[in-house]
């Protein structure tokens, strides 16, 4: 009798950061990515309570971002996410560099995805744009969320909390950054 997996996780990482982008894994969306050692670290910033935390930068991590709470990664596109489903954030450091990747559910459960403005200087949340993601799928969110990036930059959003006015986003994929964009990029 043969025996064939529920669920096959087999995939190699420099395989996956080669290839690049969103990929599927069964009931996931998988996005890897392999920096050089000396590229500047990403950060794990969530929102569980209305306050912005910074989950600890180790060699070797694997953080859980529940469902409803917002988060942004540093140097890997602002502004925030909230999904109703988990999301898995890992990092692994190795010989040949730093290995990044997320791991987010896609399955008939998840509906929505929220792009979240949150004001770096204050913690103010400025906005919450809705993105149906049940209907177009956790990789659509992505170009909707540079769509939203670069209405931005044309008419800026001021934090009701602070007056202070947001900063120059940046999508997912540094590829396509407009200089602007690779400026904010490198900023925060």
């Known amino acids: 009798m043969q025996h064939v997996p529920l669920i096959n996780y087999e995939f190699g990482l420099f ?30 910033l969530v929102r569980p309570d209305g306050k912005i935390r910074v ?7 694997m953080h859980l971002i529940p469902a409803g709470c917002p988060f942004r990664i540093t140097h890997l596109f602002a502004p925030w996410r909230m999904s109703d489903a988990d999301t898995i954030y890992l990092r692994a450091v190795e010989p040949e560099g730093v290995f990044n990747a997320l791991l987010a ?24 744009e809705p993105f149906d ?16 990036v670069r209405a931005a930059a044309a008419h800026p959003k001021t934090c009701t909390g602070c007056g ?9 994929d540094r590829a396509g950054d407009t200089p602007q964009e690779a400026a904010a990029r490198r900023e925060w």
């Open 105 to 128: 559910a896609q399955s008939q459960p998840v509906r929505q995805d929220h792009l979240v403005w949150v004001c770096p200087f204050c913690g103010h949340e400025i906005e919450r």
């Open 55 to 61: 989950a600890p930068t180790k060699p070797r991590m």
């Open 15 to 44: 395989d996956a950061a080669a290839k690049g982008g969103w990929q599927g894994a069964n009931n996931y969306s998988m996005w890897v990515e392999l920096q050089a050692a000396d590229d500047e670290p990403y950060r794990l």
């Open 164 to 172: 202070k006015v947001h900063p120059q986003g940046y999508g997912f």
């Open 133 to 148: 993601t049940r209907t177009n799928g956790l990789v659509a969110f992505w170009p909707f969320h540079l769509e939203r």
